[in-house]
């Protein structure tokens, strides 16, 4: 496997570190001269110095027989412009691009270039994940598979809690996967009782949110 990673910051140098570690052929690209020389004491010829953003200095890197391309660049139209012209014009089918700011994350998503990073969108996630807003937790959205996976903490009053899972009012499209009880985690069956303060995980077709999180909100708080 051979892997592009444009930008030699901190994500960029710790990633090609630990690709390095376990035998994949990694070229690291940067702009910055001094950054260069300082990455390259360490990583000595995978490291290349130049603005990926440039064709030669991408079809220096190999770019053509790159399986994976890596843009986490400080400037998020460049990772913008290094991952397009990895893909179309070059044909490299995997790519992974850094947002820095999570309010250009809809630009990344209308031109294609998924999967997106946005640390700032993943702290938000982890923040949700401990106090979420009504137990509702946004894990996953796999976009390419039009699915997205949720998890709730079932109140003592909502209405799913005391139920089964084949008594649970779900909408067709939406399925439980997984609950959470105490420190271990099972995958329920159809009479599985749902218990208050499990933390229940389902996969569902996007837009029936609003429809599944009524099973699991506490009563009247979703009026």
Not at 4 to 25: F, T
Not at 37 to 54: F, I, N, P
Request: charged share 25%.
């Amino acid at each position: 496997m051979y892997v592009i990673i444009a930008g030699a910051g901190k994500v960029g140098w710790n990633l090609a570190r630990e690709l390095i570690s376990k035998d994949v052929e990694v070229t690291l690209i940067e702009s910055n001269h001094e950054r260069y020389r300082v990455v390259e004491e360490e990583l000595e010829h995978a490291v290349q110095y130049g603005d990926a953003s440039e064709l030669w200095v991408l079809e220096r890197a190999g770019i053509q027989r790159a399986d994976l391309v890596v843009a986490v660049t400080g400037d998020d139209e460049d990772n913008i412009l290094i991952c397009q012209v990895a893909k179309e014009k070059y044909g490299c089918e995997r790519i992974v691009a850094r947002v820095n700011n999570p309010r250009n994350l809809p630009t990344f998503k209308l031109l294609g270039i998924q999967p997106a990073v946005s640390a700032t969108d993943l702290i938000l996630r982890l923040i949700e994940h401990e106090v979420p807003e009504y137990g509702l937790v946004h894990l996953l959205a796999l976009e390419e598979e039009h699915l997205e996976i949720i998890e709730f903490e079932v109140p003592a009053t909502a209405e799913a809690a005391g139920k089964r899972v084949q008594e649970l009012d779900l909408p067709d499209g939406s399925l439980v996967i997984s609950i959470i009880r105490g420190n271990s985690g099972f995958v329920p069956k159809g009479e599985t009782l749902i218990e208050p303060g499990d933390t229940v995980m389902l996969i569902l077709d996007p837009g029936l949110e609003s429809e599944v999180t009524l099973q699991f909100v506490p009563s009247g708080a979703a009026a």
